[in-house]
């Protein structure tokens, strides 16, 4: 027998080190891209509820008022629509004031669906309570600036993870024309609404 004796070791030696190091590393460039990607799935898919959610508040409209609200890009149909939907309306002043500087097709949306009044004579500004059809998050919501109508102050709602971009609401009447700009933090972007073009 030897009379040697293997001494026992209290610490890494560089080269263990720099093995952990780099299993570790790997790892992480394996975890890091999954992660990565299930934050981006469940942003899209908050986005989507979201959309769909404001999908079924539209329906509701027109469910309440027989068709879908106007966009504000033809005032000949917000004065039609006002008519059929409100039969006994009789506030043209409010209207016509409203209709001086429409709102933009991103501030249509929350005006439609929260900001009505349930009064059948000015449910523009009047007295009443607003009619809400989709319960818009405030701390989501830009105030235009400037921009209000009487009591009446029109907003834009932002969506979530959207990075400040609203949600802006066409009309499909007037799709051919429509479109908004908007001056997001990559610059101003020209929105319209997609065109299906069949084959």
């Not at 040697?4 to 030696?13: A, E, K």
């Not at 409209?61 to 106007?70: H, L, N, S, V």
């Not at 004579?121 to 105030?143: A, K, T, W, Y």
């Not at 921009?147 to 799709?175: E, H, M």
Request: charged share 25%.
């Amino acid at each position: 027998m030897s009379g040697r004796t293997r001494s026992s070791r209290g610490g890494f030696s560089l080269v263990e080190m720099l093995v952990v190091i780099a299993i570790l590393g790997i790892l992480a460039s394996l975890i890091l891209p999954a992660v990565w990607r299930a934050v981006v799935r469940a942003r899209e898919a908050r986005i989507i509820l979201e959309v769909s959610q404001l999908d079924m508040a539209l329906e509701s409209y027109k469910q309440r008022f027989g068709d879908y609200p106007p966009d504000f890009t033809d005032p000949d149909l917000v004065r039609r629509h006002l008519r059929r939907a409100f039969p006994r309306h009789s506030d043209n002043d409010a209207l016509e004031l409203l209709l001086e500087s429409p709102p933009t097709p991103a501030e249509a949306l929350v005006f439609w669906l929260s900001q009505l009044r349930n009064n059948p004579r000015n449910p523009i500004s009047g007295p009443g309570d607003e009619i809400v059809l989709f319960d818009f998050d405030r701390s989501e919501m830009r105030r235009a600036p400037t921009r209000s109508v009487d009591s009446l102050q029109l907003y834009q709602y932002i969506a979530q993870d959207g990075n400040g971009t609203p949600y802006v609401y066409f009309d499909s009447r007037t799709y051919c024309t429509a479109s908004y700009t908007h001056d997001g933090p990559g610059g101003t972007e020209v929105v319209r609404p997609y065109a299906f073009l069949p084959p």
